[in-house]
């Protein structure tokens, strides 16, 4: 039986380290979808994975960071916040509310949205941003 390779120690500098606090509740960004990706649920439920990246504002710790949101697709409330974001990337209501409609994640990909974040407290795994509302990319403004 082989044996498991000792793992060799990296050496790194911790003196640069630097921790993100969560935005502040209710902060406006301009965020550009960077991924969408179908799935499905610990219970078994489809659903889509959304990473947002912030464009604007170019505030360092603000630009480039990242928020998440897993949709579940299997519930009408989970659908109605996929209707709201793919209302703010630029689909109507109209060629959404179908019973055919067809989720293609990479046609969402590079298109811009206005949000508003939260902040989902945690005790065990610290505060957390989550998306608290979303609108079309030209409702940012800088303020």
Known sequence: MAKDPVSKPISLDMTKAATMEPMP?????????????????????N?????????????PGIKNRK???????????TLGRLLNLLKALG???ESIRRTDF???PENYIGRQ???WVGIRPS???GDRNTIKRVRPAEAYSAE
């Open 25 to 45: 509740d209710n902060t406006q960004v301009l965020c550009m979808v960077s991924k969408m990706d179908p799935g499905t649920s610990g219970s078994g439920s």
């Open 47 to 59: 659903k889509v994975d959304v990473e947002l990246t912030v464009v604007q504002p170019e505030t």
């Open 67 to 77: 928020l998440f949101d897993s949709i579940n697709l299997e519930n009408e409330y």
């Open 91 to 93: 689909e109507t209501e």
């Open 102 to 104: 067809q989720l293609i």
């Open 113 to 115: 949205c206005t949000i």
């Open 123 to 125: 005790e065990q795994f």
